[in-house]
C-alpha cells in the first residue's frame, strides 16, 4: 500500500515538476459520498488530486487518487461482527472530455485499494462536471463521481468490503490549477 502511495506522488512531483514543457493540469478537490449500496448505511467524507494531460482542446488523459472514509456501523452478517466505518483509496487513471471549454465527462479504471476494514479490488469510475473560472486565471472543479468497487473471487468468509460489488456516489469542489 505505501508503494502505490509512493509511486502516486513520485508521478504527481514528477508531472508537476514538467508541467511547464507540457499541457499539464492538476486539481486538488474535496469530496462528500453517498453510498448507493444499502449495506453501507451513511455517508462519507474524503480528499483526493487530479493531474490530466491535455491531448487537444477536446480530450486529455488523467491520474486521480482519492481518499474516502465511511463512517457509521455496518453489520458483517456472515461472522457476526459490527465493523465500525471503513476507508478506501481509488487509484485510477482515464480519459476526460469537455464538451465545451467548462463542462466535462469522464471514465477511469484502476484499482479501489483497501485502508481500514476493507480489501483491495479492481475500480471503474465515471464522472460529470464543469469548471467555474476564477478572476486570477484558476478554475474552481464542481463535480460528481460515481465509483464502483468491482466483484471478486474470494472465500465466503470475507464480507462484501473484502470482495468488492460496492459503489458510491461522490460530491466534489476542487480547485484547478
Not at 103 to 129: D, E, R
Not at 142 to 170: C, H, M, W
Amino acid at each position: 500500500m505505501q508503494k502505490i502511495i509512493l509511486l502516486f506522488l513520485g508521478l504527481l512531483i514528477g508531472n508537476l515538476i514538467i508541467a511547464q514543457d507540457y499541457k499539464f493540469r492538476a486539481s486538488a478537490h474535496v469530496s462528500l459520498s453517498m453510498p448507493t449500496y444499502k449495506e453501507i448505511p451513511s455517508m462519507g467524507a474524503g480528499f483526493g488530486a487530479t493531474g490530466e494531460f491535455a491531448i487537444n482542446k477536446k480530450w486529455a488523459t488523467l491520474f486521480s487518487v482519492d481518499f474516502h472514509n465511511f463512517y457509521g456501523k455496518i453489520i458483517d452478517h456472515f461472522n457476526r461482527d459490527t465493523i465500525n466505518g471503513f476507508s478506501i483509496l481509488p487509484v485510477m487513471g482515464g480519459i476526460k472530455y469537455y464538451s465545451k471549454e467548462k463542462f466535462y465527462i469522464g471514465a477511469q479504471g484502476g484499482i479501489v485499494a483497501g485502508l481500514k476494514h476493507s480489501g483491495n479490488c479492481p475500480g471503474l469510475a465515471a464522472s460529470t462536471g464543469m469548471l467555474v473560472p476564477l478572476k486570477s486565471g484558476n478554475k474552481v472543479d464542481i463535480g460528481l463521481k460515481f465509483t464502483a468497487a468491482l466483484s471478486q473471487v474470494s472465500i465466503p468468509e470475507n464480507n462484501f468490503l473484502d470482495r468488492g460489488g460496492y459503489n458510491f456516489l461522490s460530491g466534489t469542489i476542487g480547485f484547478f490549477f
